[in-house]
């Protein structure tokens, strides 16, 4: 199902019909990827990210995301190793889920952001949030 722009207040129920999401095109943002995972469903990234953002063991387990080549071959391998056992697609989805309501709270978010102005104040050089 490819079904072309969506409303922003349909995004979620369209992903809850998903069985695997995928992020796939080089110049998507981490937001589609925090969607994904917010709604529990098992995604399927590259290995290294995407051009606007590396996906990092560290900042997503390998338990909370399957990595793949980016390659058809490798996201289709994805695909099917996920739709063959669901549990395991259950088990992924969730684990992202905890992952993103667990540190992307509002206060957890907010002292990021006052750490990377500090840290841009200080220094004078702009720094990741």
Not at 30 to 57: F, H, N, Q
């Given at each position: 199902?490819?079904?072309g722009?969506?409303?922003?207040?349909e995004?979620?129920?369209?992903?809850?019909?998903?069985?695997?999401c995928?992020?796939t095109?080089?110049?998507?943002?981490?937001?589609?990827?925090?969607?994904?995972?917010?709604?529990?469903?098992?995604?399927i990234?590259?290995?290294?990210?995407t051009?606007?953002?590396?996906v990092s063991?560290?900042?997503?387990?390998?338990?909370?995301?399957?990595?793949?080549?980016?390659?058809?071959?490798?996201?289709?391998?994805?695909i099917l190793?996920?739709?063959?056992?669901?549990?395991?697609?259950?088990?992924?989805?969730?684990?992202?889920?905890?992952?993103?309501?667990?540190?992307?709270?509002w206060p957890?978010?907010?002292?990021?952001?006052?750490?990377a102005?500090?840290?841009?104040?200080?220094?004078?050089?702009?720094?990741?949030?």
């Amino acid at each position: 199902l490819l079904p072309g722009p969506v409303p922003c207040n349909e995004v979620a129920g369209l992903l809850n019909l998903s069985d695997v999401c995928l992020l796939t095109v080089p110049t998507e943002a981490a937001l589609v990827l925090y969607e994904y995972l917010a709604c529990a469903r098992p995604v399927i990234v590259p290995r290294g990210g995407t051009a606007k953002m590396a996906v990092s063991d560290e900042t997503f387990p390998d338990d909370s995301v399957l990595r793949v080549e980016r390659t058809p071959d490798g996201y289709a391998e994805g695909i099917l190793r996920l739709l063959a056992d669901g549990r395991a697609a259950e088990d992924m989805g969730r684990k992202g889920r905890d992952l993103v309501t667990g540190r992307n709270t509002w206060p957890a978010l907010g002292l990021r952001y006052a750490e990377a102005i500090r840290q841009a104040t200080a220094t004078g050089k702009r720094q990741g949030a």
